[in-house]
Protein backbone atom coordinates (compact mmCIF):
# COMPACT_ATOMS: atom_id res chain seq x y z
CA UNK A 1 0.00 0.00 0.00
CA UNK A 2 2.62 2.24 0.74
CA UNK A 3 4.63 1.58 -2.59
CA UNK A 4 1.31 2.68 -4.13
CA UNK A 5 1.01 5.55 -2.29
CA UNK A 6 4.55 6.86 -3.15
CA UNK A 7 3.89 5.93 -6.72
CA UNK A 8 0.90 8.30 -7.08
CA UNK A 9 2.76 11.04 -5.31
CA UNK A 10 5.65 10.80 -7.63
CA UNK A 11 3.09 10.71 -10.52
CA UNK A 12 1.10 13.97 -8.89
CA UNK A 13 4.33 15.62 -8.61
CA UNK A 14 5.54 15.02 -11.95
CA UNK A 15 2.29 15.78 -13.64
CA UNK A 16 2.27 19.05 -11.90
CA UNK A 17 5.89 20.10 -13.05
CA UNK A 18 4.78 19.66 -16.81
CA UNK A 19 2.03 21.85 -15.94
CA UNK A 20 4.06 24.42 -14.16
CA UNK A 21 7.16 24.69 -16.28
CA UNK A 22 7.86 28.04 -17.48
CA UNK A 23 11.53 29.56 -19.10
CA UNK A 24 12.23 32.74 -18.22
CA UNK A 25 13.76 35.11 -21.15
CA UNK A 26 15.96 37.96 -19.36
CA UNK A 27 16.31 39.72 -22.71
CA UNK A 28 18.99 39.58 -25.35
CA UNK A 29 19.80 37.44 -28.26
CA UNK A 30 18.29 34.31 -28.86
CA UNK A 31 18.97 30.80 -30.79
CA UNK A 32 18.12 27.41 -30.81
CA UNK A 33 14.75 25.93 -29.91
CA UNK A 34 11.80 26.93 -27.76
CA UNK A 35 9.63 23.69 -26.59
CA UNK A 36 6.19 23.14 -25.67
CA UNK A 37 7.28 21.12 -22.59
CA UNK A 38 9.38 24.45 -21.41
CA UNK A 39 6.50 27.03 -22.42
CA UNK A 40 5.41 29.07 -21.48
CA UNK A 41 8.10 31.55 -22.64
CA UNK A 42 8.19 34.58 -20.03
CA UNK A 43 10.07 37.31 -21.69
CA UNK A 44 11.64 40.41 -19.46
CA UNK A 45 13.43 42.38 -22.03
CA UNK A 46 13.69 43.32 -25.55
CA UNK A 47 14.93 39.96 -27.20
CA UNK A 48 16.42 39.41 -31.03
CA UNK A 49 17.79 37.15 -33.37
CA UNK A 50 21.32 37.73 -34.74
CA UNK A 51 21.76 37.49 -38.12
CA UNK A 52 23.36 34.53 -38.48
CA UNK A 53 21.30 32.51 -36.14
CA UNK A 54 18.22 30.50 -35.92
CA UNK A 55 15.43 30.68 -33.36
CA UNK A 56 12.87 27.27 -34.32
CA UNK A 57 9.57 27.45 -32.25
CA UNK A 58 7.48 24.30 -31.41
CA UNK A 59 3.78 24.02 -31.83
CA UNK A 60 1.88 24.73 -28.65
CA UNK A 61 4.32 26.79 -27.29
CA UNK A 62 3.28 30.12 -25.41
CA UNK A 63 5.40 33.31 -25.95
CA UNK A 64 3.95 35.92 -23.33
CA UNK A 65 5.71 39.28 -22.87
CA UNK A 66 5.46 41.00 -19.31
CA UNK A 67 5.95 44.49 -20.82
CA UNK A 68 6.67 47.04 -23.68
CA UNK A 69 9.39 44.42 -25.16
CA UNK A 70 9.78 43.76 -28.73
CA UNK A 71 10.79 40.98 -30.53
CA UNK A 72 13.78 41.60 -33.96
CA UNK A 73 13.98 39.08 -36.34
CA UNK A 74 17.66 39.94 -38.11
CA UNK A 75 18.26 35.89 -38.70
CA UNK A 76 16.28 33.00 -39.38
CA UNK A 77 12.86 32.72 -37.33
CA UNK A 78 10.64 29.40 -37.77
CA UNK A 79 7.64 29.45 -35.51
CA UNK A 80 5.71 26.47 -37.39
CA UNK A 81 2.46 25.32 -35.08
CA UNK A 82 -0.62 23.07 -36.53
CA UNK A 83 -4.14 23.22 -37.47
CA UNK A 84 -4.84 22.34 -33.60
CA UNK A 85 -1.79 23.52 -31.46
CA UNK A 86 -0.66 26.99 -32.40
CA UNK A 87 1.99 29.23 -30.91
CA UNK A 88 0.69 32.03 -29.22
CA UNK A 89 2.49 35.51 -28.73
CA UNK A 90 0.99 37.51 -26.44
CA UNK A 91 0.92 39.93 -23.45
CA UNK A 92 -0.58 40.48 -20.07
CA UNK A 93 -0.21 44.20 -21.00
CA UNK A 94 1.08 45.08 -24.58
CA UNK A 95 4.41 44.22 -26.16
CA UNK A 96 6.06 45.83 -29.15
CA UNK A 97 5.36 43.03 -32.13
CA UNK A 98 7.76 40.86 -34.49
CA UNK A 99 9.88 43.03 -36.43
CA UNK A 100 11.96 41.40 -39.31
CA UNK A 101 14.50 43.34 -40.46
CA UNK A 102 16.41 42.25 -43.22
CA UNK A 103 15.66 38.46 -42.33
CA UNK A 104 16.22 35.64 -44.15
CA UNK A 105 13.68 35.02 -47.29
CA UNK A 106 12.88 31.33 -45.72
CA UNK A 107 11.51 32.82 -42.49
CA UNK A 108 8.05 31.45 -41.65
CA UNK A 109 5.11 31.98 -39.64
CA UNK A 110 2.91 29.34 -39.71
CA UNK A 111 -0.44 28.50 -37.14
CA UNK A 112 0.27 31.62 -34.79
CA UNK A 113 -1.60 34.02 -32.96
CA UNK A 114 -0.36 37.52 -32.34
CA UNK A 115 -1.63 39.93 -30.11
CA UNK A 116 -1.90 42.86 -28.25
CA UNK A 117 1.14 44.61 -29.52
CA UNK A 118 1.18 48.08 -29.57
CA UNK A 119 3.30 48.67 -32.46
CA UNK A 120 2.17 46.33 -34.51
CA UNK A 121 1.60 42.90 -35.29
CA UNK A 122 4.26 42.00 -37.67
CA UNK A 123 6.28 44.75 -39.18
CA UNK A 124 8.96 43.77 -41.96
CA UNK A 125 11.44 45.65 -42.84
CA UNK A 126 13.77 44.30 -46.24
CA UNK A 127 11.95 40.77 -45.68
CA UNK A 128 10.12 38.37 -47.25
CA UNK A 129 8.78 35.72 -44.68
CA UNK A 130 6.04 33.16 -45.74
CA UNK A 131 3.29 34.32 -43.47
CA UNK A 132 0.37 31.51 -43.42
CA UNK A 133 -2.65 30.32 -41.63
CA UNK A 134 -2.00 33.04 -38.47
CA UNK A 135 -4.18 34.98 -36.77
CA UNK A 136 -3.15 38.87 -36.02
CA UNK A 137 -5.83 39.96 -33.74
CA UNK A 138 -6.21 43.70 -31.50
CA UNK A 139 -2.87 44.93 -32.74
CA UNK A 140 -1.66 48.55 -33.04
CA UNK A 141 -3.15 51.80 -31.65
CA UNK A 142 0.41 53.33 -30.37
CA UNK A 143 2.00 56.11 -32.19
CA UNK A 144 4.11 55.98 -34.18
CA UNK A 145 3.57 52.01 -35.37
CA UNK A 146 1.27 50.30 -37.01
CA UNK A 147 -1.73 47.84 -37.46
CA UNK A 148 -2.04 44.24 -38.24
CA UNK A 149 1.21 44.20 -40.72
CA UNK A 150 3.04 46.85 -41.59
CA UNK A 151 5.49 46.63 -45.10
CA UNK A 152 7.97 48.26 -45.86
CA UNK A 153 10.01 47.70 -48.90
CA UNK A 154 9.15 43.81 -48.23
CA UNK A 155 7.25 41.16 -50.26
CA UNK A 156 5.96 38.64 -47.92
CA UNK A 157 3.35 35.75 -48.69
CA UNK A 158 0.63 36.28 -46.90
CA UNK A 159 -1.99 33.39 -46.79
CA UNK A 160 -5.13 31.92 -45.16
CA UNK A 161 -4.71 34.32 -41.76
CA UNK A 162 -7.67 36.19 -40.56
CA UNK A 163 -6.28 40.27 -39.51
CA UNK A 164 -9.12 41.24 -37.17
CA UNK A 165 -9.41 44.11 -34.96
CA UNK A 166 -6.32 45.69 -35.40
CA UNK A 167 -5.75 49.66 -35.43
CA UNK A 168 -3.35 52.35 -36.50
CA UNK A 169 -3.41 56.30 -35.58
CA UNK A 170 -2.01 58.91 -37.31
CA UNK A 171 -0.97 56.73 -40.05
CA UNK A 172 -2.94 54.66 -42.98
CA UNK A 173 -3.29 50.78 -43.13
CA UNK A 174 -5.02 49.52 -40.07
CA UNK A 175 -4.43 46.01 -41.28
CA UNK A 176 -2.19 45.90 -43.29
CA UNK A 177 -0.14 48.64 -44.30
CA UNK A 178 2.29 48.65 -47.76
CA UNK A 179 5.03 51.26 -48.48
CA UNK A 180 7.26 50.04 -51.77
CA UNK A 181 5.81 46.43 -50.70
CA UNK A 182 4.49 43.71 -53.10
CA UNK A 183 2.90 40.73 -51.32
CA UNK A 184 0.81 38.18 -52.15
CA UNK A 185 -2.02 38.23 -50.17
CA UNK A 186 -4.27 35.15 -51.03
CA UNK A 187 -7.64 34.33 -48.95
CA UNK A 188 -6.79 36.11 -46.22
CA UNK A 189 -9.80 37.56 -43.88
CA UNK A 190 -9.53 41.13 -43.13
CA UNK A 191 -12.17 42.39 -41.03
CA UNK A 192 -12.78 44.75 -38.63
CA UNK A 193 -9.73 47.29 -38.61
CA UNK A 194 -9.59 50.87 -37.82
CA UNK A 195 -7.55 53.82 -38.90
CA UNK A 196 -7.49 57.66 -38.05
CA UNK A 197 -6.50 58.22 -42.21
CA UNK A 198 -6.99 56.00 -45.26
CA UNK A 199 -7.15 52.56 -45.88
CA UNK A 200 -8.94 50.84 -42.60
CA UNK A 201 -8.49 47.15 -43.88
CA UNK A 202 -5.38 47.89 -46.61
CA UNK A 203 -3.26 50.91 -47.28
CA UNK A 204 -1.22 50.64 -50.93
CA UNK A 205 0.72 53.44 -50.78
CA UNK A 206 4.00 54.26 -52.92
CA UNK A 207 5.30 51.57 -55.06
CA UNK A 208 3.27 49.13 -53.60
CA UNK A 209 2.06 46.64 -56.36
CA UNK A 210 0.65 44.03 -54.26
CA UNK A 211 -1.59 40.70 -55.48
CA UNK A 212 -5.00 40.56 -53.57
CA UNK A 213 -7.16 37.64 -54.28
CA UNK A 214 -9.57 35.41 -52.96
CA UNK A 215 -9.89 37.38 -49.64
CA UNK A 216 -13.15 38.94 -47.48
CA UNK A 217 -12.29 42.55 -46.70
CA UNK A 218 -15.19 44.06 -44.73
CA UNK A 219 -16.66 45.50 -41.33
CA UNK A 220 -13.30 47.86 -41.85
CA UNK A 221 -13.37 51.53 -41.23
CA UNK A 222 -11.09 55.01 -42.22
CA UNK A 223 -12.10 58.26 -40.89
CA UNK A 224 -10.59 60.00 -44.34
CA UNK A 225 -10.66 57.70 -47.40
CA UNK A 226 -10.94 54.17 -48.22
CA UNK A 227 -12.66 51.88 -45.27
CA UNK A 228 -11.78 48.99 -47.26
CA UNK A 229 -8.88 49.60 -49.24
CA UNK A 230 -7.21 53.44 -50.08
CA UNK A 231 -4.25 53.51 -52.94
CA UNK A 232 -2.06 56.20 -52.52
CA UNK A 233 0.51 57.98 -54.39
CA UNK A 234 1.25 55.91 -57.04
CA UNK A 235 0.10 52.20 -55.57
CA UNK A 236 -1.15 49.92 -58.28
CA UNK A 237 -2.88 47.04 -56.66
CA UNK A 238 -4.11 43.80 -58.75
CA UNK A 239 -7.63 42.94 -56.84
CA UNK A 240 -9.36 39.89 -57.69
CA UNK A 241 -11.80 37.50 -56.60
CA UNK A 242 -12.66 39.22 -53.40
CA UNK A 243 -15.53 40.64 -51.27
CA UNK A 244 -14.83 43.98 -50.05
CA UNK A 245 -18.48 44.63 -48.27
CA UNK A 246 -20.16 46.80 -44.81
CA UNK A 247 -16.73 49.12 -44.89
CA UNK A 248 -16.94 52.69 -43.88
CA UNK A 249 -15.35 55.91 -44.58
CA UNK A 250 -15.93 59.77 -45.12
CA UNK A 251 -15.09 58.98 -49.03
CA UNK A 252 -14.61 55.67 -50.71
CA UNK A 253 -16.23 53.02 -48.44
CA UNK A 254 -14.79 50.16 -49.91
CA UNK A 255 -12.13 51.35 -52.10
CA UNK A 256 -10.66 54.83 -52.48
CA UNK A 257 -7.72 55.55 -55.67
CA UNK A 258 -6.49 58.60 -54.83
CA UNK A 259 -3.52 60.77 -55.85
CA UNK A 260 -2.30 59.36 -59.10
CA UNK A 261 -2.81 55.75 -58.26
CA UNK A 262 -3.12 52.78 -60.73
CA UNK A 263 -5.89 49.98 -59.67
CA UNK A 264 -7.27 47.11 -61.57
CA UNK A 265 -10.36 45.47 -59.74
CA UNK A 266 -11.60 42.21 -61.19
CA UNK A 267 -14.02 39.63 -60.46
CA UNK A 268 -15.01 41.16 -57.09
CA UNK A 269 -18.15 41.77 -55.23
CA UNK A 270 -18.13 45.09 -53.73
CA UNK A 271 -20.98 45.61 -51.56
CA UNK A 272 -23.19 47.32 -48.74
CA UNK A 273 -19.86 50.00 -47.96
CA UNK A 274 -20.65 53.55 -46.75
CA UNK A 275 -19.28 57.06 -47.35
CA UNK A 276 -20.46 59.55 -44.61
CA UNK A 277 -20.07 61.93 -47.15
CA UNK A 278 -21.67 60.36 -50.15
CA UNK A 279 -18.88 60.32 -52.58
CA UNK A 280 -18.31 56.57 -53.61
CA UNK A 281 -19.55 54.62 -50.89
CA UNK A 282 -18.63 51.40 -53.43
CA UNK A 283 -15.36 52.83 -54.58
CA UNK A 284 -13.82 56.36 -55.28
CA UNK A 285 -11.41 57.62 -57.46
CA UNK A 286 -9.70 61.36 -57.18
CA UNK A 287 -6.35 60.38 -59.54
CA UNK A 288 -5.49 63.31 -61.49
CA UNK A 289 -2.83 60.90 -63.26
CA UNK A 290 -3.24 57.86 -62.74
CA UNK A 291 -5.89 54.78 -63.95
CA UNK A 292 -8.48 52.69 -62.34
CA UNK A 293 -9.61 49.19 -64.62
CA UNK A 294 -12.46 47.61 -63.30
Known amino acids: MKIKILSLLSLEIFLLTLISAETTI ?4 ISGTWTKSNSPYNITGN ?36 ENDSIHFTASTNW ?22 TYGGIVCNNSHPVISHCSIIENGGGFPGFGGIGLINSNPSISFCSIR ?23 CSITGNYTSISGG ?3 CGTGSVPLISHSNISGNEANTSGGGIAVLNGGNPLISNCT ?17 SYCTISGCIIASNY ?10 ILSAVGNVTI
Not at 48 to 72: H, R
Not at 96 to 117: Q, V
Not at 171 to 180: F, R, V
Open 201 to 203: GIS
Open 47 to 82: ISIPADDTLVIEPGVEVEFSGSYSFTVNGLLKAVGS
Open 244 to 260: ISHDTSFSGGGIACLYG
Open 96 to 117: MGLSFNNAPDSSHLAYCIIERS
Open 275 to 284: ATNEYGGGIY
Open 26 to 29: PGGT
Open 165 to 187: NNEILFNSGGGISLENSSPLIFN
